[in-house]
């Protein structure tokens, strides 16, 4: 996972082993002062020297494709859409907010007909209201379908109070569904493992806050225009349905065909534009580091002291740290 949290580190959204403590001898005291002398280096490299020398190592030349299955999830868009976008969401993240109200309307504007856009729940702890929100859509779905369910999402998204349950239930009641159904389906286990679902699977893909915006399987990062993202996977849509591959079969089979998740090689032209990219944004909070960029970069030049630019050694030690501040070690 150490190549997507680098990448995740320039994305804004609303975001969610027993220790050897024993001493440790050694006998050969040089091999003390070599090492020092190599994390004393280390920690005053400089930024461009640490993303030239490992820049490779955690920026992939291949993209991971997750066959995300859409099962009952709410779906706007055509089943033969050209490029299914999934979302976890969290009704009262602003960054969702967002891209409610104003990326995916410009989106399905700019791209009519070829988008589909699936809503997985993913409340996330530290919102109060959050789950009831997300169970009041179930509701609001179960009984009055997939349209009901948009009208409630946009009137969340839109509202300008603060979320309570009166509120919920008076946006659900504009959906087509009344108080006395919400306050008896909110004691429905139904409803409730419905949520717990879609939350056990983006758990289960590691999704680590909201808007977290799968497109044809490939995660949305950050790091390119979703403009550029989508037209990429139109022309990649389009060249498997003039090989032969059915509209509606497109998803399933650019995601795997049932297979959890596929690695994909990026065409070398593309892949050295992404690198370059992701340098620009490195370099740029080098100059002003700031919160877990901070941590992030002590990390790295730790763990270049240690592995000496063997990738696969660098990797794990980045992660094995990452994994520490994680647990709270």
Same mark, same amino acid.
């Given at each position: 996972m150490l190549r997507l949290f680098i990448l995740l580190v320039f994305i804004s959204s609303c975001t969610n082993e027993a220790k050897d403590t024993s001493p440790k001898k050694d006998n050969d005291s040089s091999i003390k002062v070599t090492m020092n002398a190599e994390k004393n280096a280390a920690k005053n490299m400089s930024c461009d020297t640490l993303f030239d020398n490992y820049g490779k190592c955690i920026v992939s030349d291949k993209r !991971?494709? *997750?066959?995300?299955? /859409?099962?009952?999830?709410?779906? &706007?868009?055509? !089943?033969? !859409? @050209?490029?299914? /976008?999934?979302? *976890?969401?969290? *009704?009262?993240?602003?960054?969702? &907010?967002?891209?409610?109200?104003t990326v995916f309307p410009a989106l399905f504007k700019k791209y009519p007909g070829k988008l589909r856009h699936v809503f997985k729940h993913f409340p996330l702890n530290f919102h109060d209201m959050a789950k009831t929100a997300a169970q009041i859509g179930v509701i609001v779905q179960l009984k009055k379908g997939s349209d009901a369910f948009w009208k409630y999402h946009d009137l969340v998204f839109e509202s300008k109070s603060d979320l309570t349950l009166e509120i919920l239930i008076s946006l659900a009641a504009s959906a087509g569904v009344n108080s006395k159904v919400i306050a008896k389906e909110l004691e429905n286990n139904d409803v409730r493992t419905f949520v717990e679902n879609d939350l056990k699977l983006g758990n289960k893909l590691s999704v680590g806050g909201t808007p977290w915006v799968y497109i044809n399987g490939e995660l949305f990062s950050g790091n390119a225009s979703i403009a550029v993202m989508i037209e990429r996977k139109i022309k990649e849509a389009q060249a498997l349905e003039k090989s032969g591959i059915a509209k509606e079969k497109l998803y399933e089979t650019i995601t795997?065909?049932?297979t959890p998740v596929s690695m994909v090689k990026i065409p070398s032209a593309e892949y050295m534009n992404l690198l370059s990219k992701v340098r620009a944004g490195f370099l740029a909070k080098c100059k002003k580091p700031e919160g877990n960029f901070v941590k992030l970069l002590n990390i790295m030049k730790s763990c270049a !002291?240690?592995?000496?630019?063997?990738? +696969? +050694? *660098?990797?794990?030690?980045?992660? @094995?740290? /990452?994994k520490k501040i994680q647990e709270g070690q």
């Open positions: !991971a494709v *997750f066959n995300i299955p /859409i099962g009952k999830s709410p779906v &706007k868009g055509n !089943a033969d !859409a @050209l490029v299914t /976008i999934v979302e *976890f969401s969290d *009704f009262q993240c602003p960054a969702c &907010k967002g891209w409610s109200n795997g065909k049932g !002291a240690t592995e000496k630019k063997k990738c +696969d +050694d *660098f990797v794990k030690c980045v992660e @094995l740290e /990452i």
